[in-house]
């Protein structure tokens, strides 16, 4: 698993004194919890005071104090850092609150994960620089947070390449599709990998350009057609030759 298990929760305190109908002036104090391990250990602690868009005051638990953006905040960033109570409460809460919390959200979601279903597939090109466009689609992952990446030839593609959000299905699951530009080469590989906080490692699909799916199906739709048409034929024929036998059996 390679991509990072950020998990973020804030509380916000919102404050806001409106001074005619559009604009107002906002206090705002959030705190936020920021972790990227499983164990929590590199969880850190933020404690934001915030004015309109400007943080005045904030405590970062790797610091361990407050620290002042503005006169105000210089101010009172001090007079916190002087009491000891206010100091300690603070310093507890990446244990008491943060990880406390990250331990119920963990089970409660993170651990819930269901992998992507993925599929890769040709679909028409809408007149763009390449006569080609491949398609990676995956389905029904839970929760959001995927990466799909294009390789050509074991090398990671970025340009030609345009991808969907992050799409809510509406009942947990998610999808997303992104579509890769290109102008065939023979004796080239392309692929499409996915990593997911569902899969141990990246799902990686190689394209398969002798046929297209759909050139595919039609061919095996055909094929099975005349089979079928074959086996009908030939019990017809069998039928018919019984019945045309037996009557010449049949003594009149
Ligand atoms: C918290 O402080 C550490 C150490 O100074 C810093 O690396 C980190 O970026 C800070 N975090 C935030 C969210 O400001």
């Known amino acids: 698993m390679s991509l990072p298990r950020i998990l973020c929760f804030h509380l916000i305190l919102m404050l806001s004194a409106f001074t005619g109908a559009a604009n107002g002036y906002y206090h705002s104090w959030w705190t936020k919890c920021i972790?990227?391990?499983?164990?929590?250990?590199?969880?850190?602690?933020?404690?934001?005071?915030?004015?309109?868009?400007?943080?005045?005051?904030?405590?970062?638990?790797?610091?361990?104090?407050?620290?002042?953006?503005?006169?105000?905040?210089?101010?009172?960033?001090?007079?916190?850092?002087?009491?000891?109570?206010?100091?300690?409460?603070?310093?507890?809460q990446v244990e008491r609150y943060c990880k406390h919390n990250a331990e119920l959200y963990q089970s409660a979601i993170a651990d819930k994960t269901v992998p992507p279903k993925v599929k890769l597939s040709s679909v028409k090109p809408a007149g763009g620089r390449h006569p080609a466009v491949l398609m990676c689609s995956a389905y029904r992952f839970y929760p959001h947070g995927i990466k799909v990446s294009w390789m050509r030839n074991g090398e990671v593609v970025k340009t030609d390449v345009t991808s969907t959000e992050e799409m809510p299905n509406g009942d947990w699951y998610y999808q997303i599709h992104s579509e890769l530009e290109y102008t065939p080469k023979s004796g080239e590989k392309i692929s499409c990998a996915v990593d997911h906080a569902g899969l141990t490692k990246p799902i990686i699909i190689d394209w398969d350009p002798s046929l297209p799916e759909s050139e595919r199906n039609k061919i095996a739709i055909g094929a099975s057609g005349l089979v079928l048409g074959i086996i009908i034929s030939a019990a017809g024929l069998i039928y018919y030759k019984k019945k045309s036998s037996g009557r010449i059996l049949v003594p009149t």
């Open 35 to 92: 972790h990227s391990s499983r164990d929590f250990s590199d969880m850190v602690y933020i404690d934001n005071y915030i004015f309109n868009k400007d943080v005045y005051i904030q405590f970062n638990s790797t610091v361990g104090e407050y620290v002042g953006y503005t006169a105000l905040g210089v101010y009172n960033a001090e007079r916190f850092n002087k009491d000891p109570n206010i100091l300690q409460q603070e310093r507890a």
